[in-house]
Structure formats: C-alpha cells, structure tokens
C-alpha cells in the first residue's frame, strides 16, 4: 500500500488558499477562482509562479493592512492570470470579495466590502443571505466605461476566418472598458457562436493591438428557453474563460450604448456552456445622456476547497 508523503517542515513558509467557484448557480460550475489568502512576503515572481502552478484563469492575493486603512481604501488585491498581472478582472474581484465576506475578522459580513485593485477602488455589494441556496450573491460597480471607434466587419472575419454572415452587421464592432478592453463582436447567432475559434496568429495580436483591445468578447442572443438574455464566449489565451465579469461589464454598456438593453433593466449572460462550466451573469448598466455609468456586474459565488502552499 503506498503512503502519502511526508509534510514539509517547518523549514518551509506555508501560504493558505481557497478555492471558489463563480458566477455559479452549483458547485464545479462557473468560473474557478484560487484566492491566496495573506500574501504577505510573496515577491511578485513567487505570486506569478503560484498562478501558473494553480493554472486556473486567475489567481488573486490578498494583501492585508490595518483596519483603518482596509475600511478607507479596501482591502489590497493582485490579480494575476498564468502568463501575466491584470489591474483589473470580474470574477477574482468577486469571487475575492466574497471570501471576505466569509472570513475578514473586521468586515466580515458587511453588506458592501471594496477593494483596493490596480485599477482603483471596486466596491461589492452583497445580498443578504438566501438559505435556500449555496454561497453568496454579490454585485460589483465596475468603472464608467470608455467606448473605442466602430470597426470594419469585413476585416475582423478575414483575421478570424469567419463567414462574415456570422458577424451581426446591425450593431458595431467595438472596442469598450472599464478597466480592461475587451473588443465585442455581435455574432448573427447561436450556431455562430458555438462554432466560433480566435486563430493563434501574428495577425489577430495586431488586430487587437490596433484596436487596443486585450481580447475578443463574442455576444449573441441566447436561446428563449435558456432562461437568459445573452449568450457569451471569451477565448483566453490558448483556451476559454467560463464567466469574464471584466468584459460582461463593457459588454452591458455596449448592450445599452446601443439600445439593445434598457437603462437600468437587469440582463442575464450566461457564458461557459461550450465548456461544460455553466456559468450565470447578472448586469446592468444606465443611459445618462449619451454617457453609460453605473455598470453593475453581479452572480454567486460558491466555496469549494482550502488549501496550503509551501515555499522554502
């Protein structure tokens, strides 16, 4: 019979973390979420080598301070993806707040809890909570969004070798953020977006850099029976995100920019199906002239499993 190994000794720094599940309706759905707990005295090449050995879309760490300070400026957040550092992303923002509204000594439980990213100060608001379902339902205030010029239809399907009947010519081709630019697409339908692939080539970085966008956010609308609104994929460097709360966010103001969605009316996304991470975003944005404010991005999260990491 074989045996575990030995734990480290005590030579060895122990980093504790949680494992979360976001914009999920059940557990091992949504979009997968490792949160470090107190990252004090990780480098950042020792933060970066944690989230590749996790290997999930994003990895947060969490800095704490003094209370006063966490309860002026919010609790210091890094977010980091296997290849890089983001200042701001929606389901670490989420899912991250939602852990310390679980186990914060001093905010735990509060009904708002922000947080200190790059990007600035992100508050989350959480709904009380309902016993009849797992986790905790939060909703996130996302910067007002910056709007790019529309782009050429044709040449996006040529970089992506798309029909150009799958890219919906009623509405634009934009590029939109709120602190990390997606470029949304409106695909013609259902059957487009699941057929959808963003080629690793020279020519889809340069697009996107032309554009200054991060990545491509593709939006259709959903099945009548799905019980959402918007159908929704995100390819992640080499795979696919099950819930991008980051670009749900750009995503609802370009839905409202465009009369698509009414100001201030809730939108269902559901996002992550091709994948089998069924995952469920709730969002809306305001109409104040020609200006969109308040994006709000909201969805569940669920605890699954705790952790320690151990360095020398």
Avoid at 98 to 105: D, G, V
Avoid at 129 to 145: K, V
Avoid at 245 to 271: C, D, N, R
């Amino acid at each position: 019979m074989s045996t575990l190994p030995a734990p480290p000794s005590t030579a060895h720094v122990a980093f504790d973390y949680a494992l979360v599940d976001v914009f999920a309706e059940r557990p091992l759905e949504g979009n997968q979420l490792a949160i470090f707990t107190d990252a004090r005295g990780l480098t950042d090449v020792e933060m970066q080598a944690f989230a590749r050995e996790t290997n999930l879309s994003e990895t947060t760490f969490i800095l704490p301070r003094s209370p006063e300070i966490e309860r002026e400026r919010g609790v210091r957040v890094r977010i980091f993806t296997t290849e890089e550092e983001l200042p701001f992303a929606g389901h670490p923002t989420l899912g991250t707040a939602s852990w310390l509204y679980w186990n914060h000594p001093e905010l735990g439980g509060a009904e708002t809890i922000a947080l200190d990213l790059t990007v600035g100060r992100i508050p989350i608001r959480f709904a009380p909570a309902d016993p009849h379902q797992q986790g905790i339902f939060g909703t996130m205030r996302q910067n007002d969004p910056v709007f790019g010029p529309a782009q050429d239809r044709a040449e996006l399907a040529k970089v992506l070798g798309l029909p150009l009947d799958d890219i919906d010519p009623a509405v634009p081709i934009q590029t939109v953020t709120t602190g990390n630019p997606f470029c949304i697409v409106p695909l013609s339908s259902l059957d487009a977006a699941h057929r959808v692939v963003v080629p690793q080539s020279p020519s889809v970085q340069s697009y996107l850099q032309r554009h200054d966008a991060k990545f491509f956010y593709f939006l259709t609308r959903a099945d009548s029976s799905s019980g959402v609104d918007w159908h929704a994929r995100m390819k992640f460097y080499n795979g696919e995100d099950p819930a991008t709360g980051s670009a749900a966010g750009p995503a609802i103001a370009w839905l409202v920019k465009h009369g698509l969605a009414a100001s201030g009316e809730t939108v269902l996304f559901e996002q992550g199906m091709e994948m089998r991470r069924p995952s469920r975003l709730s969002l809306s944005a305001k109409l104040a002239g020609d200006k969109v404010t308040e994006v709000f991005v909201g969805g569940r999260t669920i605890p699954v499993a705790t952790g320690r990491f151990f360095l020398p």
